[in-house]
């Protein structure tokens, strides 16, 4: 059987944490900054599963699941902040949102 | 062999999808992007073994997330995004610093770290394994995500309903008479 080294895929992961990062710093659209943390998200899952092989244990996949849960959770409440911001100030860049209360 | 192809061709395409999320400048581009990014990712559980957690992430992150903020980006109208200007000590200090400390991370990965070798489909991930551990050993965190979910709910909706509609539902409650109304009272 082929195999290639684990290490591979948790280089994968950490540039694609690094790509979330720098993201959520450059970016100025609120919803494209919430979507890199999704990204920095996606990257730690991919490490879970890496280790996961690596340990031959299988709480690294369910804590995948855990992460997936709590994505789904920060998505809806997010979403519904951002909807309530552009409500207040019809503005989805962050620049302009300095102000938590209007 | 056949494993590094289709490692490097998903994740590729996972790095690829991940800069033009950073490149596009229209979310909804950034949003094509990240789901393309999502879709390579699965392949990748694929090819360690993880079956069930591949699914649930084409099913729940590149469907269901995805979709709400899809949904959110067209409700809102969301336009191209507007630049400000990036200040000169980020580009001085901070692109040598990201590139020397990805170099650094990847090295140490690659030659300091002991990880072992992983053959295609490694892992027992499919879902009767799954279950057997997230019903049992994993019951009472299991649990409490459904209560934080519930949590997320509640919250989603008190925070996109609108103050205006909750002071007119809280009016509707004691109602006072409308001024039709109390003349067609007086005909009878």
């Known amino acids: 059987m082929e195999t290639i080294p ?3 895929y948790l280089v994968l992961s950490g540039i694609l944490f690094v790509c979330g990062v720098l993201g959520f ?3 100025r659209n609120i919803i494209t900054i919430f979507m890199s943390i999704e990204l920095m998200l996606n990257g730690v899952n991919l490490s879970f599963v890496a280790f996961a092989a ?3 244990s ?3 996949q369910i804590f995948v ?3 997936m849960v709590v994505a789904a959770a920060e998505a809806a409440v997010g979403l519904a902040i951002i909807i309530a911001v552009y409500r207040t100030r019809e503005t989805l860049n962050v620049d302009q949102v300095n102000l938590l209360k209007l | 062999m056949l494993h590094l192809l289709l490692f490097l061709f998903f994740g590729v395409i996972c790095v690829a ?3 033009n999320l950073l490149a596009q400048s229209h979310p909804i581009n950034s949003a094509l992007s990240l789901i393309v990014v999502m879709a390579s990712l699965a392949a990748e559980y694929l090819l360690l073994g993880a079956e069930f957690v591949a699914a649930v992430q084409v099913i729940v992150y590149a469907g269901a997330i995805m979709v709400l903020f899809i949904f959110v980006i067209m409700l809102l109208n969301a336009g191209t995004e507007e630049h400000t200007k990036g200040s000169r000590v980020a580009i001085i200090f901070g692109v040598p610093g990201v590139l020397i400390g990805a170099v650094l991370v990847a090295w140490t990965l690659l030659y300091r770290s002991n990880t072992s070798q992983v053959a295609i489909g490694a892992m027992p991930g499919g879902p009767y394994v799954i279950a057997q551990l997230l019903f049992r050993r994993f019951l009472l965190p299991f649990e409490i995500t459904s209560v ?3 949590i997320a709910i509640m919250g989603a909706v008190v925070l996109t309903s609108r103050p205006d509609a909750v002071a007119k539902r809280h009016d509707t409650e004691t109602p006072e008479p409308l001024p039709e109304l ?3 009272g007086k005909e009878h």
């Open chain 2, 17 to 19: 999808g991940a800069i």
């Open chain 1, 54 to 56: 690596q340990w031959h």
């Open chain 1, 6 to 8: 684990l290490s591979y």
């Open chain 1, 65 to 67: 699941f855990f992460v």
């Open chain 2, 182 to 184: 109390v003349g067609a």
């Open chain 2, 148 to 150: 934080l979910i519930l």
């Open chain 1, 58 to 60: 299988l709480s690294g």
């Open chain 1, 25 to 27: 710093l450059i970016k």
